[in-house]
């Protein structure tokens, strides 16, 4: 398996993937024009030249980001790949000198088991005001928010 920044050839596989687990009510999807905006955000990890999964690492502010987007094939889940992926996500985000990275998920468990601990959505309001007002899921998304200190 190979961890690599995405390029724009990526963004129709990144959102057929993202959109999968969407549609499952498991993640918010990503429109075409996000993803080409925002690209520069995301990696991929592929095995054999195929794409089997992606994260982004989005920065919200000058001591902040957020992994998001992050999925993974169904056939290639328990082989570590999101793992890999959060810790470049992670990796970048200390290179860049971030304080904290949370994420917003319904797998609040693998992200512990990567370090993240608990946090209350309170303490992010960077996040609340930027892009969870706009969502309309809000304010009952049901996702946990996880956050690391780097």
């Not at 995301?42 to 999964?53: D, L, S, T, W």
């Not at 319904?106 to 969502?135: E, T």
């Amino acid at each position: 398996m190979k961890i690599r920044k995405a390029v724009l050839a990526d963004v129709p596989d990144i959102q057929k993937l993202i959109n999968y687990f969407a549609k499952k009510d498991l993640m918010l999807p990503r429109s075409l024009n996000h993803l080409y905006e925002n690209i520069r955000d995301y990696y991929v990890a592929e095995e054999k030249g195929k794409m089997i999964g992606c994260a982004a690492l989005h920065i919200v502010w000058g001591d902040l980001a957020e992994v998001n987007s992050l999925a993974v094939r169904e056939s290639h889940k328990g082989r570590g790949t999101g793992r890999a992926l959060v810790l470049k996500c992670l990796a970048e985000a200390r290179a860049l000198g971030i304080a904290r990275v949370f994420a917003l998920t319904y797998v609040p468990r693998f992200f512990r088991r990567c370090g993240f601990s608990g946090i209350a959505k309170s303490k992010l309001p960077q996040k609340i005001w930027s892009d969870c007002l706009n969502c309309p899921k809000f304010p009952d998304c049901g996702e946990v928010s996880v956050a690391i200190d780097l």
